[in-house]
């Protein structure tokens, strides 16, 4: 089976252009997670991603699933955008690692509208803990793989206060990304506050 990593890596570069870091977590248990830091660059040089690399490489299992599907399954990466400079985002690499990790660690799905949560700052002072998973498309396109291989997608991921993430939990994903644009909130502001819910 052909390695995924090189082209997850190899179509990463291309829409982001060369990483200036990385930083590889290894959990007990897991295969390697690398996150990639990619310098903000174009129109919004002001805006740095980070990626991970390495929850592609198996497909997510359904939880429910008696025996995992070494071959089929959904694979996918995830990319967390934010405006560099006014925050030690940095410091996300660990928590990013920690959620790319879960599909191997807790058996979840991770899929557009999901929440994800870890259970501290995303970095310090920051005032979110968890992110809302977005759809795939936007940035990084798919990756197709040869078949039967599923195509990598590629995540963003929006980061959501406490209070943004229970709202979510009763309203649901639709309702909070349409509570965002109404209020015209910069979702890559690593110091934004929660989005008025009243």
């Not at 995992?68 to 990466?77: L, Q």
């Not at 501290?120 to 990756?143: H, K, M, Q, R, Y």
Request: net charge negative; glycine share 8%.
């Amino acid at each position: 089976m052909a390695d995924v990593l090189p082209l997850v890596e190899a179509r990463l570069r291309t829409a982001l252009g060369e990483p200036d870091a990385r930083a590889a977590v290894t959990f007990l248990g897991t295969d390697r997670i690398e996150v990639l830091r990619f310098p903000g660059g174009g129109p919004e040089g002001d805006i740095v991603r980070y990626a991970t690399l390495g929850m592609s490489a198996h497909p997510m299992a359904d939880p429910t699933a008696m025996l995992a599907d070494p071959v089929k399954g959904p694979r996918a990466e995830l990319v967390l955008s934010v405006r560099a400079g006014v925050a030690d985002t940095d410091k996300v690499l660990r928590p990013l690692a920690v959620l790319a990790a879960s599909p191997q660690v807790e058996g979840v799905v991770v899929a557009p509208g999901a929440s994800l949560d870890v259970g501290e700052p995303l970095w310090p002072g920051a005032a979110f803990t968890s992110v809302l998973v977005a759809e795939p498309g936007g940035l990084v396109e798919d990756l197709e793989l040869d078949a039967p291989l599923d195509p990598v997608r590629f995540l963003p991921l929006l980061p959501m206060t406490p209070n943004e993430a229970a709202w979510k939990r009763v309203h649901g994903a639709q309702a909070l990304q349409e509570r965002w644009l109404t209020h015209g909130t910069d979702l890559r502001d690593p110091s934004r506050r929660s989005v008025p819910l009243e």
